[in-house]
């Protein structure tokens, strides 16, 4: 009779509805029945995901259920809400039957999404076991797990972590439970772990939860992901929900949530207890072999067991074999063969089991092996100086998955002795990452200090690292030192005498020779003398020779000395015949070079130079080209002038003065060319740092952000504030603030409060900054429907509408009777339903109605569905 009433309401549910939700018509059918033969199984489940295409993702969904003892329902297939508006029953693939009447289940569905945005993905299944003692009423409340999918193509494809870790074990009062699922990330990206509630119709946590009693603590640890219950206060049936929340470069990309069932119970028995595991660090192509030893208490045997992503590899997988199990112990061995393939910045998780085999009850102790895989980094590093620059050479890491190589560069040797876990170059050794460089076989690199030019006084050290894509480090090469050749002879002069774009000159001048720099040469001697342009000596060209030992300085005319900088190198050659050869290396030296950047009222003079003195102090000199006078001077390498006029021309030469210090030769001096700026404000403001909240009551966005005046930006004068209404896609201007100190406002949107802003800072003149940080809110989803109300005409929640809302483009509301008649339906967002039925245009009877809602709100990631199911009671009043 059950059976044939259960088939009965089932058809007239098909018939009325055509997508209605698999969890509520199970739910519908238990009220009406109210019988627990269709009780569930559901012990413990997640929903993981593989990217298989730019928009296509692979579902797995996992599910632990109970197997008995006595009869229990089976779910050949489940039902997958995808979070776009779409859903499948997704059959099972796989049934793994596991000790203690559990069975693994997995369902897998292929799913290609719409476009970029947050999605998420739910699956419920009508009820949980009966006498779940956290959860009210739980053989009526639904079972449901969900994962947050992020898909950004900015991120990169992206994978779920896996659990490798089934969540199986049992619990006894008052000792310490930890589970760890075995989260094992494909990609490698960083983990977080939190505790949660658990959730039911949607994905929304069930109402009246409360987490299971403990004597002392229930914590999950965010890094290492142990739920640790010290201990249970109570036996019983308890469900515990964790979050593990997947990272990368700092943003979270996703997340995923694992709901399991923990049953504690009263025993003598003691758990068994695994000897503590440290942290290990592995070289990649070494071999590991750890010994895992756990004793029991009560003398019971243990079976050790353990998982994790080291034994998920197709190939050199660890290994992990018991070797000894007596009365009271238990040995094993975990054996890994590494690679470099398996180098990564995350460390790998094995989590280590023993259970014990006692007649009463098994219990479990749990363990953390920490393993990192390190790869080994470039060796052999040598420097070879020039004469302003130093060129780098080594040998390739032996691991060529590397991405590429980074160059640091400190001033002076530090001693340091790298552990087998210190990858990379400690921020407390003083060294300055210099360079970047992509590729495994790239071997050299020339340090020109970006093209400044090294310091010819200065010892230079440098060290070198391989990096991968995921931010893993290798190790340090070998610290190499050097100074630059400081060349001879020394060149003392390489002053502008005349500035023009084809008529300028430059004069030269360089110490002679003594007795001693010319020991084992016999002459006759040529100083070739070479140009470049620039000031680092880039490909020489010659362009004179003198003979003699008596003529030390020279006179470079027609040349560009207005626009282009200059470098020289003075070559002394042995020119005897037949024994001809350089004497040293040649010396390089550059011209002083003045640029000028215009600016609001002021002009920035910036000089650059690439010689071997050291330069003590600069002059500066203004007016026209042919009078120019002192108005201050400096030791740096930049120097503003105020206070002028916007329009006028002004003009400038540097004067440098210097010593080579270490022969105390002084005073060196030499003369930038003859520079000329317009005072005009072409730089744009800084951008400002924006913040955004929405205040739902208002229905306002409120944007606020810094005054750029009072730190980067004196002239600002306002801002622009830009809007998009979805995460991707072209900013609109939708209105603008002045002054500067006003630094706040309120966008009231049309049709949603989701949306994305920017701001940008404007100056006095009219120049943008570039766009802040783009801020996307996507806050006050609000729409909620009552669960009762009364149309007996009294002017008292006499409709059925919902609570205020905001902005809800519309609906697709259905309102069925207890036997899937289908009463009302409605696309406005205000439904005013006044219980009459759309057929007869009569009133309802009293009673119990559900419905189902598809909400469209506009969201960032466009007009979203989001799914409403419940219960709705009509009374009239006179109701007995």
């Not at 199970?26 to 413990?44: C, F, G, K, Q, Y």
């Not at 180098?343 to 259970?355: C, D, E, H, N």
């Not at 120097?639 to 030469?653: A, K, N, P, T, V």
């Amino acid at each position: 009779m059950i059976l044939e009433r259960f088939l009965l309401v089932w058809q007239a549910m098909q018939k009325a509805i055509t997508h209605i939700r698999v969890i509520f018509l199970a739910a519908i059918v238990l009220l009406l029945l109210n019988s627990e033969a269709l009780a569930t199984h559901n012990r413990a489940g997640e929903i993981t995901y593989q990217q298989i295409g730019e928009l296509s993702y692979r579902i797995i969904v996992i599910t632990y259920t109970a197997t008995g003892p006595g009869p229990v329902a089976d779910r050949p297939e489940l039902r997958v809400i995808f979070g776009d508006g779409t859903m499948a029953d997704v059959p099972r693939i796989e049934e793994v039957f596991l000790p203690d009447y559990y069975k693994r289940n997995k369902y897998v569905w292929e799913h290609t999404y719409p476009g970029p945005g947050a999605y998420q993905i739910v699956v419920e299944d009508p009820n949980r076991n009966e006498g779940v003692r956290n959860i009210p009423n739980s053989v009526n409340t639904v079972f449901s797990i969900k994962t947050i999918m992020i898909i950004n193509p900015q991120i990169g494809y992206n994978n779920t972590p896996v659990l490798l870790n089934p969540p199986i074990d049992k619990a006894a009062l008052g000792y310490t439970f930890i589970h760890n699922p075995a989260a094992f990330d494909p990609d490698g990206d960083s983990l977080s772990y939190k505790l949660a509630i658990c959730t039911s119709e949607a994905g929304r946590e069930i109402e009246g939860y409360t987490f299971p009693p403990f004597t002392d603590s229930l914590v999950v640890d965010e890094i290492s992901g142990d739920l640790i219950w010290a201990a249970p206060a109570d036996t019983g049936k308890y469900n515990v929900a964790m979050t593990i929340e997947e990272w990368r470069n700092g943003v979270m990309i996703g997340k995923i949530q694992r709901d399991m069932q923990i049953e504690v119970y009263t025993t003598d028995n003691q758990p068994p207890v695994i000897e503590p595991l440290e942290k290990v660090c592995i070289i990649a192509g070494e071999f590991y072999k750890q010994e895992i030893t756990a004793y029991d208490p009560n003398a019971d045997s243990i079976n050790l067991s353990a998982s994790g992503g080291p034994f998920s590899f197709a190939t050199d997988s660890a290994t992990f074999r018991q070797v000894l199990s007596v009365p009271g112990t238990a040995k094993a061995y975990f054996e890994w063969q590494t690679s470099c393939e398996m180098v990564r910045k995350q460390p790998y998780l094995v989590i280590i089991k023993a259970k014990d085999l006692n007649s009463d009850i098994s219990l479990v102790d749990s363990k953390n092996l920490e393993l990192y895989i390190n790869a080994p980094g470039p060796t052999a590093l040598e420097l070879s100086p020039g004469s302003s620059s130093m060129e780098l050479n080594w040998q390739v890491c032996s691991c060529d998955n590397i991405k590429g190589y980074r160059i640091y560069r400190r001033t002076g040797s530090v001693a340091f002795d790298p552990g087998p876990c210190d990858t990379g170059i400690p921020d407390d050794l003083g060294y300055e990452l210099i360079s970047e460089i992509e590729g495994h076989a790239v071997n050299t690199f020339l340090d020109t200090n970006n093209n400044l030019g090294l310091d010819q006084t200065t010892n230079y050290c440098y060290r070198v690292i391989g990096y991968y894509s995921d931010g893993a480090e290798t190790f340090t090469s070998n610290e190499a030192c050097a100074e630059l050749v400081k060349g001879f002879p020394f060149i003392t002069k390489v002053s502008i005498d005349k500035t023009h774009n084809t008529k300028g000159e430059i004069s030269l001048a360089w110490l002679a020779p003594t007795t001693q720099d010319l020991v084992n040469t016999n002459g006759p001697y040529t100083f070739f003398i070479y140009r470049s342009e620039g000031q680092h000596g880039q490909d020489p060209i010659l362009i004179d020779s003198l003979s003699g030992l008596d003529k030390t300085n020279y006179l470079d005319k027609g040349i560009n000395t207005l626009e282009k900088s200059w470098s020289y190198q003075v070559q002394l050659m042995n020119t005897e015949p037949g024994n001809r050869f350089p004497i040293e290396t040649a010396q390089l030296a550059s011209s002083l070079f003045l640029n000028i950047d215009p600016h609001h009222e002021a002009l920035r003079l910036n000089f650059s130079k690439n010689v071997p003195w050291q330069n003590l102090e600069y002059i500066l000199y203004k007016g026209s080209e042919s009078q120019l006078d002192s108005i201050g001077r400096t030791e740096h390498l930049t120097y503003l002038d105020q206070g002028l006029e916007d329009g006028e021309r002004y003009c400038y030469q540097v004067k440098s003065i210097g010593e080579y210090s270490d022969t105390g030769y002084r005073p060196i001096i030499n003369f930038s060319q003859i520079a000329c700026g317009v005072p005009i404000d072409t730089i744009p403001p800084c951008p400002p740092i924006l913040n955004v909240r929405s205040n739902c009551d208002s229905l306002a966005n409120i944007l606020k952000w810094n005054n750029v005046a009072d730190s980067c930006a004196f002239d600002a004068a306002g801002y622009r504030i830009y809007f998009r209404i979805e995460i991707e896609g072209d900013m609109a201007l939708i209105d603008s603030v002045a002054p500067a100190s006003k630094v706040e406002y309120w966008h009231y949107p049309e049709n949603s409060m989701a949306g994305c802003y920017a701001v940008t800072a404007v100056d006095s003149v009219g120049n943008e900054s570039i766009f802040s940080n783009i801020v996307c809110v996507d806050d006050c989803i609000n729409y909620e429907l009552p669960n009762v109300f009364t149309p007996n005409g009294d002017g008292i929640n006499d409709l059925f509408r919902p609570y205020p809302h905001n902005l809800v483009e519309k609906i697709d509301l259905k309102i069925y009777g207890r036997w899937g008649n289908l009463v009302y339906q409605t696309s406005d967002p205000d439904i005013n339903w006044d219980a009459v039925h759309m057929d007869s245009g009569k009133k309802v009877p009293p009673g119990v109605y559900y419905y189902i809602c598809d909400v469209y709100e506009r969201r960032l990631t466009g007009l979203e569905p989001r799914y409403l199911i419940g219960f709705v009671h009509v009374l009239y009043g006179d109701e007995k």
